[in-house]
């Protein structure tokens, strides 16, 4: 067989066996040729599509639809892309597509034929009703937890004042450990894993953004859950817990600092680290300690000024962050350090005002402080503490 010959045989196959449909239409839209590939999707033979249109394989909302939007559409300007349409298949079932169709006329602009290509959507179809679900499932979960936050809030208001500390203590256990603990972190994870999993799905942009948007939602309810924990923890007497050792504090700054630019992209973060000498910590909390301030930095800052983080290692461990912006008033500052002070801080601020509480006890934990400079120019944050415990 000649070359000539193979590129024919090749040509044909690819449009028999092409991986979408093609459609063949006449002028006044009857199928004349219809490949391979759109007759084992459909289940009907060639010859049972030849004079067809395309309408008698559509469900009824779905010939409504074409015949209503596409069709004029493709008349009146000759082409239309993507269109989503349900065809409905020899055994009745349904199978969603997407069809682009482009008209093909003479010189003197009278249509020949039309051409279609139809692509498979079952994927694209099932990865949009899994985010749809696990949007309503992020609604409903961040609803239930407002629900609960409220009453907490509103039990804890009609406590009488003269009840003992271990009362109180145990109704923070009651309230807080059972409804974030258990209530809120198991159905957070398993929303956080969809989102995951839907990320490695193809997409198209709308939908890629909607996960950007529910992933950094997640990140941040599962930050004020373990300022919480912690929060209770320390009120039922169990303190900061420490997991002790030498392993580098820069990774775990700059692993920070990524997942704080993430959220963050119009901010510009400054790093400016020499940690030149081991430091015996807990490099969790100090992660943890370093992501409020900066979180508190990146959000009270001035827009298109940088925050800038500087650590080093000479005495002691010192790790600072400043940002510009309005400086914090005196009064606040006695309070700054105390859970639930945000409000009196910085009203027009959203979340529980446990952020800056909780770093201050991981500083007391390490053996160290943090100190707050305030002026109209700049805000600083450090933190000092020993090199080793």
């Known amino acids: ?109 009278r249509p020949q034929f039309i051409r279609l290509t139809v692509f498979n959507a079952s994927d694209r179809r099932r990865y949009e009703r899994e985010l749809l679900r696990a949007r309503d499932e992020l609604k409903a979960l961040t609803t239930m937890l407002e629900k609960r936050v409220a009453e907490v809030v509103a039990q804890q208001l009609r406590s009488d004042t003269a009840l003992s500390s271990q009362r109180q203590d145990a109704e923070l256990r009651e309230q807080f450990i059972a409804v974030l603990g258990h209530d809120l972190r198991n159905p957070l994870a398993s929303i956080a894993a969809g989102l995951r999993l839907l990320e490695r799905s193809k997409l198209d942009e709308q939908a890629e953004a909607i996960i950007v948007l529910m992933q950094k939602t997640v990140v941040r309810m599962a930050s004020l859950i373990d300022n919480v924990l912690d929060f209770a923890r320390g009120r039922l007497g169990g303190g900061i817990t420490l997991t ?98 945000r409000g009196e801080v910085r009203p027009s601020q959203q979340g529980l005002g446990l952020g800056l509480y909780i770093a201050s006890e991981i500083a007391k934990a390490h053996g160290g402080t943090i100190d707050v400079t305030s002026t109209p120019d700049l805000t600083c944050f450090t933190l000092r503490m020993p090199l080793q415990p």
């Not at 060639?46 to 008698?56: A, C, S, T, V």
């Not at 559409?73 to 997407?98: I, Y």
């Not at 030498?246 to 990524?258: A, D, F, K, S």
């Not at 030149?276 to 992660?287: C, F, L, N, S, Y």
């Open 1 to 109: 067989m000649s070359d000539s010959g193979h590129i024919e045989e090749d040509l044909q196959d690819l449009y028999e066996n092409a991986p979408c449909g093609y459609l063949s239409l006449s002028a006044d839209g009857r199928i004349v040729k219809a490949n391979q590939t759109f007759c084992r999707w459909t289940g009907y033979a060639p010859d049972e599509l030849i004079g067809k249109r395309l309408h008698d394989f559509l469900n009824i909302a779905g010939r409504i639809f074409y015949e209503t939007h596409f069709a004029p559409l493709l008349r009146m300007q000759g082409f239309f892309n993507e269109v989503a349409l349900d065809l409905v298949k020899k055994n009745g079932e349904t199978f969603p597509v997407l069809v682009n169709a482009a008209e093909r006329t003479d010189r003197a602009g």
């Open 244 to 341: 002790l050792s030498t392993q580098p504090l820069e990774p775990v700054l700059w692993q920070v600092v990524g997942e704080l630019q993430s959220t963050h992209p119009e901010s510009k973060i400054d790093m400016d680290l020499a940690l030149t000498k081991p430091v015996t910590a807990d490099p969790v909390r100090i992660g943890q300690l370093f992501s409020n301030l900066l979180g508190n930095a990146l959000t009270y800052g001035v827009e298109g000024k940088p925050v800038t983080v500087t650590a080093r290692t000479e005495d002691q461990f010192e790790l600072s962050i400043c940002n510009e912006g309005n400086p914090i008033a005196p009064a606040a500052m006695d309070r700054l350090f105390y859970p639930f002070a």
